[in-house]
């Protein structure tokens, strides 16, 4: 495992990467006052499968607090994130917020992202329903 930290506007972001660079990567993104602890006990579950990333979001773990960053700023800052670590696509699994911002990922960067587990969360797309 190898952690990181990132500057975004005036906030740092911190970032965990357990590399396996020939499987495909899968994003954890935890909910509200939550961090990326949040998946350690899972982690090895996926390690052998999986290249992962895990994200403090905003104000929460190891990642600082900003008036001017928040939940809105994370497709760009994750878009940062995958063109520093030169990953072209993810699966994303995200709990409450972190299921929300993995949405809004997706709807920016669409061709960036495999698929999305949602866990406790809505759609960002509020008349879905009815297509």
Partial sequence: MKDYT??????SIY????????????VFLHGYTSSLSLFESIMVTFKKDYQLLLID???????????????????EIIKSIFDYQE????HF???DVGSIVAQGFGH????????L???GSYSIYHDSFKK
Avoid: W
């Fill in 6 to 11: 990132i500057r975004f506007k005036d906030c």
């Fill in 15 to 26: 970032y965990e990467m357990h590399e396996n660079k020939t499987k495909p990567t899968l």
């Fill in 57 to 75: 979001l905003p104000g929460h773990g190891r990642s600082g607090v900003s008036s001017y960053v928040g939940f809105k700023d994370m497709p």
């Fill in 87 to 90: 990953i072209a696509k993810a």
């Fill in 93 to 95: 699994l995200g709990v």
């Fill in 108 to 115: 920016i960067y669409p061709n960036q992202i495999e698929s």
């Fill in 117 to 119: 587990v949602s866990i």
